[in-house]
């Protein structure tokens, strides 16, 4: 399946026992080896009360995640077009709490991602609360705005997303010592205030044509320094997807397309 090009392999795990390793999840992804994708995505039954599903992720270098926006809304398409549940709406459990994906009567789905999270310490992030930070990389001062939507994220404004260094900058930012488990590195360019451009680097997988956590945070971030409006329309190689964020502890809620491309068998 893929979100907007963020492609994945869903595998059904109610309906069998899989174990996933680091090693299998790196097989899977391999694009010349294996299946090819940027992450594996497993349905599984869940562990907590009230919930529809659980949802686990692997990045393709085979490391286990919290979050992926993209991913979810394939998820939310897997589950009803094979049976497994007949909700428009299901609650599902990921290690960083629920998430609740909406298919809509277009045939795209709205995620609700729960409240953006500020403090240092759940992102994680060695640094303060301001808006907007400056790290080191290189010698070289960088503003960034710390976020996680689920997952780390550090956005920074460029004038122009085409010329951003993100795959020169963007892995020395994911492994930079202020953050502990990594990070995802976003590179924003604002149109107007309802519209932006976005490249992310992606922590274990390298640059995706999208990012749905991506493109939240980068609205967040962009909304926190007044440069956006609520409701933004994220444009990305793999395409749009529209985010809505009223603020303070309001969830953001991110709208795009889920497509299945081809199902098929492997032996394990």
């Known amino acids: 399946m893929h979100g907007l090009g963020n492609d994945f392999v869903v595998i059904d795990g109610i309906h069998q026992k899989v174990d996933i390793t680091p090693e299998l999840a790196r097989r899977l992804a391999d694009r010349h080896f294996g299946v090819g994708c940027d992450q594996i995505l497993l349905v599984e039954r869940p562990s907590e009360k009230g919930a529809d599903f659980k949802y686990r992720i692997w990045n393709s270098d085979g490391g286990e995640v919290e979050q992926c926006g993209n991913g979810a809304r394939c998820f939310a398409r897997f589950v009803h077009d094979k049976g497994l549940s007949n909700k428009d709406e299901i609650s599902v459990e990921t290690i960083r709490g629920i998430i609740s994906p909406r298919l809509e009567k277009d045939g795209n789905v709205t995620v609700n991602m729960g409240a953006p999270v500020f403090e240092p310490a759940r992102i994680p992030f060695v640094g303060t609360t301001d808006v907007v930070q400056k790290i080191d990389i290189d010698g070289t001062a960088v503003e960034i705005t710390v976020v996680s939507m689920g997952n780390p994220h550090a956005v920074q404004v460029v004038e122009n997303v085409d010329a ?16 502990p488990e990594r990070v995802n590195v976003g590179y924003m360019q604002i149109v107007d205030r309802h519209s932006i451009r976005l490249r992310v680097w992606e922590r274990g997988a390298g ?40 603020g303070d502890n309001h969830p953001v809620l991110m709208t795009g397309s889920a497509v299945t491309v081809f199902e098929g068998e492997i032996n394990l």
């Open 164 to 179: 951003a260094p993100v795959t020169s900058q963007g892995p020395l930012i994911e492994c930079h010592a202020q953050f």
């Open 207 to 246: 640059e995706t044509l999208a990012c749905g956590t991506g493109a939240c945070a980068a609205v967040v971030s962009g909304i926190r320094r007044d440069l956006l409006d609520s409701s933004v329309v994220v444009h990305m190689n793999g395409g749009d997807l529209t985010i809505v964020w009223d």
